[in-house]
Every structure is written in structure tokens, then in C-alpha cells.
């Protein structure tokens, strides 16, 4: 009989999403005490869902869920990160939730429980997906993985994983999905910052083209983006322009208006006929969140939305909502960050 193939479900078009299926795939047989071969691990199947389709994939005793919700079926293994997934009562066997910055992290710390010597790469790397995926830059940071840079000859672990997320946050989301299923499927180095399949791809050009795009948007946004002083609140509502430019630089308003606590911005979305709302606070200021805004998501969510299409972390989150119910949903959002 042949053994089971085991899939990797995880996060897609995210870096932590990504590197949480790099590390369960790279450190499978030390995290789960089994002894596949190179040919084995090479198998195990890639998939990239957001988190709100995950309940239309059948889940089997064969996958490892990494960086999403707990799936509905017993699956062979879940790890999450996520405020809003995290689980009442006890877990089963193989089921890991914990409040850590990142979810890759959050799996080098098990994987190191069970053996896996943290070297310096491993350590770099885990701080600077840490960094990214809990949005805990600095000014410098942000200058240096935002902007363009005079050199490129000694980027830092953070600017590379940068690098790296660029190659699948372009703006074809087929080309994402090939990049990111197909990166993983390859064989993996120690880390992503080293991997050789990931860096023969030169994320350096895709980088350029991102930062180029950063500043299109940045230059875009300049003409609509409102601050509101008494909620110390900037508004980005792209309803108010026909078109966007570039891509977003989601700090971008924190440099702008240094003096915020929260942003909030929100997109019609097309495809789901919704509108999408991101709201963070002041990445520069955690500080100043005084409302749980993963929470304040799930509410949003239940009130105008679908149960499950909004959440996040304490300090940042993103809850989709009907079409119609999006100035109302606005409204309830500043009402409560201005009681906050
Ligand atoms: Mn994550």
C-alpha cells in the first residue's frame, strides 16, 4: 500500500501564508517525527486559498492547514496565528493556535521544540517574516523596503523577504498563484532567503516594478486620501476615484500623517460584488490602538456582512461587506474608533 500524500493548504498571496508552507513542507519529518524521503516530501501537494474559500476545499486526514481558519474537517495538522481563529476549549491532537506574530515563526518555534537547531539563517528569517506579518517596522524599514534604494548589494533578511513577496503580489493574479504554488512545489533550501529556485526568478525586477508601483499609487492616493483630525483617522475611499494606479503602500499614510491612529480604507470589489475595508492603526504607534481591530472586523462582519469575511490581529484587520451596507459599515467603524 502506499503511503498517504499529504497536501499543504495555506494562505495564499501572503509571505507568511508562503512561509508557513515552506517550513511545514521544509521541516516536515522533524516537526511530525516522520522519516519521508527526499522523493516523499517532494510530493506533498501545494495549495494557496484565502481564507474565505477555505470551507469550499474538502479537507482530508492528509492535509496540514498553515495560516488559515481551522478547517471544518479533521485535518492531519492546523497551525494559526490569528486572533479571530482562535479556538475555545482544548485542541485536538496536531492542532496548533497561538498569538505569535507570524505563523512561520510560530512553526520554527515547534519545529525547534522538536529538534530543529535555529542557525543564524533560521533566526533571520524569523525575525524578519515576524516583522513583516505583525507590521512591527520601523520609519527605517519602511524606507528601505518601500522605497527605491541606491544599491542592492546587501539587502537585509527583511528587504529580501520583500523581494520575495513581490514575486507573487503582481498585479495578474494567475502569474501570483504560479509563482507562489510553483516555488513551493520545487526543492526548498534552508530558508526562503537562500532558496536557490526562489532567487533564479530575480525578485530584484520584480521588486523595481513593485516600488515603481508604490509610487504611482502614493502619488495617486495624494489627491483623495482625507484625515479626520477628530478621530485622528485618515480615510482612503477609493469609491471616489473610477480608477487605481500602482499599488498600494499600505504605510504609506502613517509617513503622511504621522500624527494618526488609525487608517482606514476601503474598495469596491469587483469580482465579489463587496466592498473591502482594511483598517489598521498607526504601525509606527501601536501605542495608540485602543480598539481591537480584529474584533472590531468580526462585528462589521456580522452586522453588514458574511459571518467569517472579516478579522485580523489586535492591531490591524479587514472585513468585507455587502455593497450597500458600505456607508453604514463606515460609519459604525469611525463611531467606534473614535470612541476608542
Ligand atoms: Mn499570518
Redesign the pocket.
Given at each position: 500500500m502506499s503511503k498517504p500524500s499529504y497536501r499543504i493548504i495555506t494562505?495564499g498571496n501572503?509571505t507568511?501564508?508562503f512561509s508557513s508552507a515552506f517550513v511545514v513542507k521544509k521541516y516536515f519529518n522533524i516537526l511530525f517525527g516522520t522519516q519521508l524521503s527526499a522523493q516523499e516530501l517532494q510530493k506533498i501537494d501545494i495549495w494557496s486559498v484565502k481564507p474565505q474559500s477555505l470551507p469550499a476545499i474538502k479537507c482530508t486526514a492528509q492535509d496540514l492547514v498553515v495560516?488559515l481558519p481551522q478547517p471544518e474537517q479533521r485535518v492531519f495538522f492546523w497551525c494559526d496565528?490569528?486572533l479571530t481563529t482562535k479556538p475555545q476549549g482544548k485542541l485536538p491532537q496536531n492542532y496548533f493556535w497561538k498569538a505569535e506574530p507570524?505563523?512561520a515563526g510560530y512553526l520554527l518555534t515547534l519545529a525547534e521544540e522538536r529538534g530543529l537547531v535555529m542557525n543564524e539563517e533560521l533566526k533571520a528569517f524569523k525575525k524578519a517574516i515576524d516583522i513583516k506579518?505583525n507590521a512591527e517596522y520601523t520609519p527605517k524599514d519602511i524606507e528601505e523596503c518601500f522605497y527605491a534604494q541606491k544599491d542592492y548589494k546587501n539587502p537585509s533578511p527583511l528587504l529580501k523577504m520583500h523581494m520575495i513577496d513581490s514575486l507573487f503580489d503582481t498585479r495578474d493574479p494567475a502569474l501570483n498563484e504560479v509563482i507562489f504554488r510553483g516555488l513551493l512545489r520545487e526543492e526548498l533550501g534552508e530558508t526562503p532567503l537562500s532558496s536557490p529556485v526562489i532567487w533564479q526568478l530575480n525578485p530584484l525586477f520584480f521588486h523595481r516594478a513593485h516600488l515603481e508601483n508604490y509610487e504611482r499609487w502614493r502619488k495617486h492616493v495624494d489627491t483623495y486620501v482625507v484625515y479626520h483630525v477628530d478621530i485622528k483617522t485618515v480615510v482612503q475611499d477609493d469609491r471616489k476615484v473610477t480608477f487605481s494606479k500602482g499599488v498600494a503602500d499600505r504605510f504609506y499614510v502613517y509617513m503622511k500623517f504621522p500624527q494618526a491612529s488609525y487608517s482606514v480604507n476601503l474598495r469596491y470589489d469587483k469580482e465579489d460584488d463587496a466592498v473591502r475595508f482594511g483598517i489598521g492603526s498607526n504601525v509606527f504607534h501601536k501605542e495608540r490602538c485602543k480598539v481591537n481591530i480584529g474584533e472590531l472586523c468580526r462585528e462589521v462582519s456580522e452586522q453588514f456582512g458574511s459571518s467569517g469575511s472579516g478579522g485580523g490581529h489586535y492591531a490591524v484587520g479587514g472585513v468585507s461587506v455587502k455593497t450597500q451596507f458600505a456607508d453604514k459599515a463606515l460609519e459604525l467603524i469611525l463611531e467606534k474608533l473614535k470612541k476608542g
Open positions: 494562505h501572503c507568511d501564508g495560516d496565528h490569528h507570524s505563523c506579518d
